[in-house]
């Protein structure tokens, strides 16, 4: 697993190719979480699709196509790349290793990622999605501005000179609640996404690339289904923290309290449908890309 260059290629098709299919789900479901009981009252996924029909046409669905690309390009490479060397080097160690066991499966046609136990998985996912964020954080930030409606910004370089200008801080905000949201995130569906395809093999038994596609992807939406349910409310608590500017969100603890002071347990998964729906689809498409491609290169 030593083709950097393969990994961060494949990494970014998947990507490029997840975001652009998949923006509308993440600018309704900022739309969704931005809002407290003033204006969310009676919003729903249905109304808030309409909204941005009537005032911007199905272009507006994709607004803030280009900051995700930007950041999810480089981030979706930097994370799959580094999760696969990550786990590259866990292998290596007795504490991580998965013991050999026979099997009838052509493994060629299997998966060419490295084999972890369970704990190593989660740790390996944990530690490689914090570590990007930590990284992506500003784009990340400018991202979910861009697909707010409560910032009015005119061209991507004028919106990153606005945060640049807030100062350093100001580009880490939300950073607490993104990396509890991803650090399990990640964890989970490593743990997940392996399982599944280690037991979904044994029926298979896949004997081509296009019926490894078609296991990874189904374990990849199931994986990124469960973790995502487990995961949601720090997503709400994230999009709050890097879109209001109210007092009440300039802190974790103070976004927790506000959401549920008005919105009360609901508030923590305003937005899961649409989150579910784009990380289902997206853990489908990209882990799918990504394992196709390195099988396709290596095999």
Excluded: C
Excluded at 233 to 253: C, G, M, W
């Amino acid at each position: 697993m030593k083709n950097v260059g393969q990994q961060m290629t494949s990494g970014a098709l998947s990507g490029l190719t997840s975001t652009i299919a998949l923006q509308p789900f993440d600018l309704l479901k900022t739309r969704l979480q931005q809002g407290d009981s003033a204006h969310q009252r009676n919003v729903s996924v249905l109304k808030a699709t309409r909204e941005v029909l009537e005032s911007s046409g199905i272009r507006g669905l994709w607004r803030g196509t280009a900051p995700s690309l930007i950041r999810n390009i480089p981030g979706v490479a930097l994370y799959m790349t580094g999760l696969t060397q990550l786990r590259s080097i866990m292998a290596s160690s007795r504490y991580f290793t998965v013991p050999a066991i026979p099997s009838h499966s052509n493994a060629t046609h299997n998966s060419v990622l490295p084999k972890l136990t369970n704990t190593g998985n989660l740790l390996a996912g944990a530690t490689t999605r914090v570590g990007v964020g930590l990284l992506m954080n500003p784009l990340t930030l400018l991202k979910a501005r861009y697909e707010s409606n409560i910032y009015v910004y005119q061209t991507l370089s004028g919106a990153f000179a606005s945060l640049v200008r807030s100062g350093p801080t100001e580009l880490l905000r939300g950073l607490s609640a993104s990396s509890l949201r991803d650090a399990p995130y990640a964890g989970l569906f490593v743990v997940f996404y392996e399982a599944l395809k280690k037991h979904s093999s044994l029926v298979i038994m896949p004997t081509s690339h296009t019926q490894s596609s078609i296991l990874h992807s189904s374990s990849a939406a199931a994986a990124g289904a469960l973790a995502t349910l487990a995961t949601h409310p720090f997503d709400v608590i994230k999009t709050k923290l890097q879109v209001r500017t109210e007092n009440q969100y300039h802190s974790f603890a103070s976004t927790v309290r506000t959401i549920w002071r008005f919105r009360g347990l609901r508030g923590y998964f305003d937005g899961a449908s649409l989150r579910l729906s784009r990380k289902v689809l997206s853990s489908a498409i990209g882990w799918a890309v990504y394992e196709f491609i390195l099988m396709s290169v290596w095999t």
